[in-house]
């Protein structure tokens, strides 16, 4: 971990705000910050929803004000009730959220509260701490392309690049390279509308903050940072990758299971396939079952997150009959993994990703390189940068099928090809522990955001 800098909150404005988006991507690197700040000084008070409410118990060191979202029933589970189901969440968080800002106001006296730092995805919360005079900063928990794509969206439609025509996926959007088309944020037809809200609404909630803050690196996304710092009128604080710079803050909403740690330790250097799809995206049984026997056929040793309600349409998380008897010696499949660990373990030598942007920093910051299946959101855009920026990973392809699958692992973990990219994911490994060490580019933005913050005005 790095050394904490010299700068600490002092004097009055030394309480910190944050609202986290209530998905496990996004508490992540919220909880990092948090735990960053707290180390320099600042006294954390966490607002949050009921639905995967946090446990206050696991960080008694801060404060938690529970905030009524009033939606009920399980997590969704398709990506697009996803979206809808952050709309209706940010609606019915807005009033309750005002009331309990203004009585913490009271409480700790306004001039004591440095800012809101709120999840992008939260404006109307955004809205609601400026209407009270609360100073607020943006974090977003994606990749500075990913804002500049967001910021881009109207554009995209205009010039008729959205919504997409099966057509044109690998057209090159040469305003935002190098993505093409298939790589940009879309969803089913039926829901353009929900998504150009969320991402509008994000846009807006940066611009009208006092910052933005990314959990991203210089050496990562250069050109896009500076993209950014180009389009935006706000100050962008690079600040990445927050997990580096922040002891874990067990933020985990499934209990991990830390079994796979000691069964790893048998294993060789970089022998490892680590297999996980992150917190929602899912696949359906016939995935699963490609999936497993591919895996099963490369010979190669794995950890498999197999996650409750990851395979569409299934209560149970049924593996193909066999698989494990075909693979007892060599594999385990677990519920939720301790997943820094997992990579940072010597054992493992490659990721297969659904390249969430947590995941593909946390796998880039241990050198580990990746096999990308995408499914939604961003992380098209991610495996794109994985496989044609950096060439750490390569994509293992739309059609889930047992032959390409083992061919594809073969190639990451055992091909002449997958050791060259594993020998770039060392150099990115390095690029990283230079931004956060003593007097890195992420080093200093941290010190930069602190200023800031003891400097806004409400
Ligand atoms: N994660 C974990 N255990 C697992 C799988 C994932 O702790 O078995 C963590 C992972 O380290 C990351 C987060 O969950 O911090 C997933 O975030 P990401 O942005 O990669 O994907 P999302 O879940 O948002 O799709």
Request: contains cysteine.
């Amino acid at each position: 971990a790095a050394e904490t800098n010299a700068i600490h909150a002092v004097g009055r404005r030394r309480h910190v705000l944050l609202f986290p988006l209530p998905y496990q991507g996004h508490i992540n690197p919220m909880f990092r910050l948090a735990g960053l700040l707290h180390a320099r000084g600042f006294a954390i008070t966490v607002f949050h929803t009921h639905f995967n409410a946090p446990d206050p118990v696991r960080h008694p060191e801060y404060r938690f004000v529970p905030v009524p979202d009033g939606t009920s029933g399980p997590a969704p589970v398709a990506i697009e009730d996803v979206v809808t189901h952050i709309l209706a969440l940010t609606a019915g968080c807005e009033a309750p959220f005002r009331d309990r800002l203004a009585a913490v106001l009271e409480e700790y006296s306004s001039d004591t509260v440095a800012c809101l730092i709120a999840d992008a995805h939260l404006l109307p919360m955004v809205e609601a701490a400026k209407s009270l005079g609360v100073p607020t900063l943006a974090l977003r928990t994606g990749s500075a392309a990913c804002c500049a794509c967001f910021i881009a969206y109207p554009m995209l439609f205009d010039k008729g690049y959205l919504p997409v025509k099966e057509s044109r996926l690998d057209m090159a959007v040469s305003e935002l390279p190098p993505y093409r088309v298939r790589d940009l944020i879309v969803l089913g037809d039926d829901n353009h509308g929900a998504v150009r809200e969320l991402i509008a609404r994000a846009v807006t909630a940066v611009k009208v903050s006092s910052g933005v803050i990314l959990n991203t690196f210089e050496a990562l996304e250069r050109r896009e940072l500076e993209g950014l710092r180009r389009d935006l009128a706000v100050p962008v604080f690079d600040v990445g990758p927050l997990h580096k710079f922040s002891p874990a803050g067990d933020s985990s909403l499934l209990r991990q299971d830390r079994s796979c740690l000691e069964w790893l330790d048998a294993w060789p250097p970089a022998s490892v396939l680590y297999v996980s799809f992150g917190s929602i995206a899912c696949m359906s049984p016939r995935d699963l079952e490609e999936t497993a026997w591919g895996i099963a056929a490369s010979g190669v040793p794995f950890v498999w997150v197999v996650r409750p309600g990851m395979v569409r349409g299934s209560a149970r998380q049924e593996l193909p009959e066999g698989f494990e008897a075909a693979t007892r010696a060599r594999g385990v499949v677990v519920a939720w993994a301790p997943q820094e660990e997992v990579l940072g373990h010597a054992a493992v030598g490659g990721f297969w990703t659904h390249n969430g942007w947590n995941s593909t920093t946390e796998s880039v910051c241990e050198g580990v390189p990746m096999l990308c299946r995408p499914c939604f959101g961003d992380q098209m855009g991610n495996a794109r940068y994985v496989e044609h920026v950096w060439r750490v990973g390569f994509e293992v392809g739309d059609e889930l099928e047992r032959g390409s699958v083992e061919a594809a692992i073969r190639r990451l973990m055992t091909d002449k090809d997958g050791a060259e990219m594993r020998a770039r994911a060392g150099e990115l490994k390095k690029a990283a522990e230079d931004c956060t060490g003593k007097g890195g580019s992420s080093y200093l933005a941290i010190d930069k955001l602190i200023t800031h913050m003891m400097s806004l005005k409400n």
